[in-house]
């Protein structure tokens, strides 16, 4: 299949689901470049549903599992057609739609292990006219991986620097650090919580969706006993390969622990950032020791207390932004999943068995047809 000339569109909504990330991408020697982008809002009601359904606040019945996985869907199209119209993209310059969906339960290790995204493709490939590649993660897990992370590859493909250790940070909803070694050996896995447990804390104690250039965390102080607390989840202890999601660093995970009893809001805001910034930075140390720089990417690049935060415990290691080098930190994570749905089309593997547990390498995803599909079109 020649496809150089093909652009294929990524669409996530993260562990923050803070909105639907939608990213456009045209590919050069397999290397996926960003050529527009945008995060569609999800509707208010329906985010407080979600993030309910994922942290276990709400059960669901199958009816409802049924409809939420068909909104999610026509949510995530709206998200597509919204960049095609803005970038004056029509549906038939796309080859595919490679959608992550959204996770609603991530549980990769156990007897039966499973990660569960939804947004359901056929409804996205029926209203957008494109043929969508979903369910990237299934298959990893299936192969006894954690089906998680699978930013690595596109990490190593656009921000490897040859003969030096570099490491690269995504702080979404979760932390997760891609080890790209100067030999080219790819490591990583998720370091634990980011803005998820940030956010949630500050939803309920400021009625704002986040703690906005972590104005709230800076007016409290970090309390060391609960932060000592915290820091003894056995999660951070692990050995990788390793994933985790809102189903374990939640907020009934953090009203478990004693210390919190009688400390401010602030306070807690506070330690919470400071708990991000040291579980990232105590990885980095055992795994990435001798990393030169850190690039960061995810919505954690714009809290510039955390960047600070994370820029005094990496040092003498450099932290920039990933947006330093040319990357936009804020669409990286689409980009991949615009890359995964070229790799299974392409019927090439998308994870990094070494990265995620996986017994080999394997090609992710299951394709649903557009209406009208490329093959059968005329
Ligand atoms: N100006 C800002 N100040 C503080 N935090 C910010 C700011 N801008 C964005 N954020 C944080 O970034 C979060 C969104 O980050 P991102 O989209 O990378 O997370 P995600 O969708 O959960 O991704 P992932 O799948 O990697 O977990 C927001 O929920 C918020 O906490
Ligand atoms: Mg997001």
């Known amino acids: 299949m020649d496809d150089s000339s093909a652009l294929y569109l990524g669409l996530i909504s993260g562990t923050s689901a803070d909105g639907i990330d939608a990213a456009l991408a045209s ?38 599992y049924g409809r939420l996985d068909v909104e999610i869907g026509q949510c995530f199209a709206e998200a597509a057609l919204a960049l095609l119209e803005r970038s004056a993209t029509p549906a038939s310059g796309v080859r595919a739609i490679g959608s992550h969906g959204q996770t609603l339960r991530h549980r990769p290790s156990g007897a039966f292990p499973f990660t569960l995204q939804i947004g359901d493709p056929s409804v996205i490939a029926e209203r957008c006219g494109i043929e969508v590649v979903a369910d990237f993660r299934r298959a990893d897990v299936a192969a006894g991986g954690q089906g998680a992370p699978l930013l690595p590859a596109v990490h190593a493909m656009l921000l490897a620097r040859p003969g030096h250790d570099r490491v690269v940070l995504n702080l979404g909803g979760i932390a997760n650090i891609t080890l790209l070694a100067g030999d080219g050996r790819v490591l990583g896995f998720d370091t634990g919580p980011a803005n998820g447990l940030l956010d949630a804390w500050c939803l309920r104690h400021r009625g704002e969706a986040y703690d906005r250039d972590g104005a709230f965390a800076a007016s409290g102080r970090v309390n060391e006993a ?34 919190l009893a009688g400390l401010s809001p602030a306070d807690v805001q506070a330690t919470l950032l400071e708990l991000t910034a040291r579980s990232v930075a105590e990885a980095i140390g055992r795994h990435a020791d001798a990393a030169e720089d850190v690039l960061a990417c995810g919505g954690g690049v714009h809290n510039p207390l955390l960047m600070r935060r994370l820029s005094e415990l990496l040092a003498p290691r450099e932290l920039h932004s990933s947006a330093a080098f040319g990357v936009d930190p804020d669409y990286l994570e689409a980009t991949a999943f615009a890359w995964l749905a070229r790799q299974r089309l392409l019927g090439l593997p998308g994870n990094l068995a070494q990265v995620t547990g996986a017994s080999g390498p394997r090609v992710l995803g299951a394709v649903h047809a557009a209406p009208q599909s490329p093959s059968s079109a005329g």
């Open 226 to 259: 609960l932060l000592h607390e915290l820091l003894a989840d056995a999660y951070f202890a692990l050995p990788p390969p390793k994933s985790t999601g809102r189903e374990h660093f939640h907020l009934a995970w953090l009203e478990g622990h004693a210390r």
């Open 27 to 64: 590919f050069e020697n397999g290397r996926p470049q960003l050529q527009a982008a945008l995060t569609h809002p999800w509707p208010q009601p329906l985010r407080e549903r979600i993030l309910a359904v994922a942290q276990d606040e709400q059960r669901l019945d199958l009816d409802a």
